[in-house]
């Protein structure tokens, strides 16, 4: 990304945001259905996530979300939470948006917890994102790589797709970017 950021306003998720979030995604080729926003809204309501989304004027650019509780048993156990789902439309990214996003979600973060874990995908089409966290100053957790929520162990074959997850953590109150 070259230039400033472009300026992006955040809110939460509302209810009523389900539907074009969905077919923002889909008019990209990517299937996000809006039950999924429906039912992130009600973890929102809930208390167990928080959902980021990103707008450039009345344009929907993207989201991310906040689980207060880990699906990966090592950051529940540990009490980090977890960023889960950071998404930008296509049209939208090298702007500045998903820093945008990550900023505001480890301030939430930092109000509960001085560590902020998330986990990256292994394959070339999360490239971006795994240059990114690591310019943030995310390092692997050590435990390896996961795949379908497992550790993935010496000599086991698996096929390489959205389930193939590198978890990461970062201290905050750091400035690593």
Same mark, same amino acid.
């Given at each position: 990304?070259?230039?400033?950021?472009?300026?992006?306003?955040?809110?939460?998720?509302?209810?009523?945001?389900?539907?074009?979030?969905?077919?923002?995604?889909?008019?990209?080729?990517?299937?996000?259905?809006?039950?999924?926003?429906?039912?992130?809204?009600?973890?929102?309501?809930?208390?167990?996530?928080?959902?980021?989304?990103?707008?450039?004027?009345?344009?929907?650019?993207?989201?991310?979300?906040?689980?207060?509780?880990?699906?990966?048993?090592?950051?529940?156990?540990?009490?980090?939470?977890?960023?889960?789902?950071?998404?930008?439309?296509?049209?939208?990214?090298?702007?500045?948006?998903? &820093?945008?996003?990550?900023? /505001? %979600?480890?301030? =939430?973060?930092?109000? *509960?917890?001085? +560590?902020?874990?998330?986990?990256?995908? @292994? &394959?070339?089409?999360?490239? /971006? %994102?795994?240059? =990114?966290?690591?310019? *943030?100053?995310? +390092?692997?957790?050590?435990?390896?790589? @996961?795949?379908?929520?497992?550790?993935?162990?010496?000599?086991?074959?698996?096929?390489?797709?959205?389930?193939?997850?590198?978890?990461?953590?970062?201290?905050?109150?750091?400035?690593?970017?």
């Amino acid at each position: 990304m070259s230039g400033q950021p472009l300026p992006c306003t955040l809110r939460f998720l509302r209810d009523e945001d389900a539907l074009p979030i969905a077919e923002a995604f889909a008019a990209q080729g990517w299937q996000k259905p809006a039950e999924q926003y429906v039912r992130y809204y009600a973890e929102q309501q809930a208390g167990q996530r928080t959902v980021l989304v990103a707008w450039v004027q009345e344009h929907f650019v993207g989201y991310t979300t906040l689980c207060w509780e880990s699906t990966y048993p090592p950051f529940r156990a540990a009490a980090i939470p977890e960023i889960v789902d950071l998404n930008v439309l296509k049209g939208w990214q090298r702007r500045g948006i998903a &820093t945008t996003l990550l900023d /505001a %979600a480890e301030a =939430l973060i930092a109000e *509960r917890s001085s +560590v902020a874990g998330i986990g990256v995908g @292994m &394959t070339a089409d999360y490239g /971006a %994102a795994q240059i =990114l966290y690591v310019r *943030r100053g995310y +390092v692997p957790d050590g435990r390896g790589l @996961m795949a379908g929520g497992r550790p993935l162990l010496y000599g086991a074959e698996f096929r390489a797709d959205d389930d193939l997850v590198l978890y990461l953590t970062r201290p905050l109150g750091t400035l690593a970017r």
